[in-house]
């Protein structure tokens, strides 16, 4: 059973920087896909990036330069660092996996089928 454990999150001021960590456990495919997502209560769940089992890597537009997806030669945890914190960063960050089913970019949470429990990231003004 595939298990995801994120940690990383806490409150930092605008500006700042955090890195988030995803441990990954029980994984047992060759090559998957992982990502970080971000949710406010009540919005949709947002794709913030993502990284192919061939370490192809993209992130979304909102973040870009800003944030950095990358995973351990292991393939065992997965990080986001995230420079140049702004409020509107403030959300639940969660990392997903998938065994690469499909191609292109992996942005929509309907691909993934595994998922952690989440960290919270607060960014004050």
């Known amino acids: 059973q595939v298990h995801l454990v994120e940690s990383g999150g806490g409150s930092v001021q605008s500006g700042g920087s955090l890195r988030l960590s995803c441990a990954v456990y029980?994984?047992?495919?060759?090559?998957?896909?992982m990502g970080w997502f971000r949710q406010v209560l009540g919005k949709k769940r947002e794709g913030v990036a993502h990284i192919r089992g061939d370490g192809k890597s993209s992130v979304a537009d909102s973040v870009k330069g800003r944030f950095t997806i990358s995973q351990d030669n292991a393939k065992t945890t997965l990080y986001l660092q995230m420079n140049s914190l702004k409020p509107e960063d403030t959300a639940m960050y969660y990392c997903?996996?998938?065994?690469?089913?499909?191609?292109?970019?992996?942005?929509?949470?309907?691909?993934?089928?595994?998922w952690g429990q989440g960290t919270q990231v607060t960014v004050s003004a």
């Open positions: 997903a996996a998938d065994p690469c089913r499909y191609s292109g970019t992996y942005f929509d949470a309907h691909q993934y089928i595994y």
């Open positions: 029980g994984y047992t495919y060759s090559s998957y896909c």
